[in-house]
């Protein structure tokens, strides 16, 4: 099995009308949590562009990001291109809160009057008339879920939206939010080491006509074999503080990187490419949506829409690798999922 460039950039539909490239763009670390990025401002830009130059379609951003310096960046990005674009941002998550005293800051905010406000701000960031996919970020505990997507679907009537998803959110609650206005897709991570959507959302999503949209396909760049030791990371980066990356999981899980790396050879692709290549023979409704902010990177990931994996590789690869150690995300995160 070999993968070559396509002239020609393959494409999957997302719920029953939404068609965006086979592999997606994700922008969060241009600006945010992968370390200080002030210096590569100008490559990020420069790699969005190559990216639709490649005909690549999905952005995915989020107002959290940054925050707001992420859709800024997008904005700037796609200034005179919009009609190459399928813009997909999100909303929910909330940082930096103060509490009142005695009381727990909240995490998320789904109130029918905060979905329209952050709308209005994302628009203006992004230098845009509409969004093509709004997603709620998490799902708010103490807002229904009928009622937050009701406030979408009001923003969908007003032509601000084209279509509107959930990230994170477990079986019961996409059941909920698709009755009250249909989902395009659910977007969660997905990967060879973060399984959990084969758990009962992909087969709901699949009942329903959802489409599946799979952030951090590479691991937070752990499954590419770039990362070898926890110094290879700024003081600054999150994943400083990720459970799969630190201490002993940081060692066991150089191991699972070591089976891949060993896989890829194998097949004459790279660790990262075989990643991407994996996820996407899960199924057409899967569209994958790897990180980067350099433009040599951004093709090696494309490259991975040409790679055909039968299901016997597809389940020998799953199964030849060792469970990841460590949680996705840190305990406080790991709360605000599935729900």
């Not at 009962?200 to 949209?213: A, D």
């Not at 996407?280 to 790679?307: F, H, Y």
């Not at 039968?310 to 020998?316: G, L, Q, S």
Request: net charge negative; proline share 5%.
């Amino acid at each position: 099995m070999t993968a070559s460039m396509n002239t020609k950039m393959k494409t999957r539909r997302l719920g029953q009308g939404l068609e965006v490239s086979a592999i997606g763009l994700g922008c969060m670390g241009m600006t945010w949590a992968y370390g200080a990025t002030q210096d590569d401002r100008g490559e990020a830009i420069a790699t969005i562009r190559h990216a639709l130059d490649a005909g690549l379609t999905l952005l995915d951003t989020a107002d959290v990001y940054g925050p707001h310096t992420n859709e800024e960046l997008v904005g700037e990005a796609i200034a005179g291109r919009r009609d190459e674009v399928v813009l997909a941002t999100k909303f929910g998550i909330l940082r930096g809160v103060t509490p009142e005293p005695g009381s727990v800051a909240p995490t998320v905010n789904g109130r029918p009057d905060y979905v329209k406000a952050s709308c209005e701000g994302s628009l203006k960031r992004l230098g845009v008339d509409h969004i093509d996919l709004y997603y709620l970020h998490r799902v708010d505990p103490n807002t229904p879920i009928e009622d937050t997507v009701g406030a979408m679907a009001d923003l969908v009537k007003a032509g601000k939206v084209r279509h509107i998803g959930l990230s994170e959110a477990a079986p019961d609650t996409i059941r909920r939010a698709h009755a009250v206005h249909p989902l395009t897709a659910v977007q969660s991570e997905y990967s060879l080491w973060t399984r959990e959507p084969e758990d009962g959302v992909l087969q709901t999503l699949r009942e329903l006509g959802i489409g599946f949209v799979a952030y951090s396909p590479l691991g937070r760049g752990f499954l590419s074999g770039a990362i070898r030791s926890i110094d290879d990371l700024a003081a600054d980066d999150y994943r400083r503080r990720s459970p799969r990356f630190i201490g002993e999981n940081f060692a066991r899980n150089l191991e699972l990187v070591a089976v891949i790396e060993g896989l890829a050879r194998d097949k004459g692709v790279t660790p990262a490419q075989l990643a991407l290549g994996w996820v996407m023979a899960q199924g057409e409704d899967i569209v994958p949506i790897p990180g980067t902010r350099r433009r040599s990177r951004l093709d090696e990931n494309l490259k991975a829409a040409d790679i055909v994996l039968n299901d016997t590789e597809r389940k020998a690869i799953a199964d030849a690798l060792p469970a990841a150690a460590g949680e996705r995300y840190p305990a406080s995160t790991i709360r605000e999922l599935n729900r």
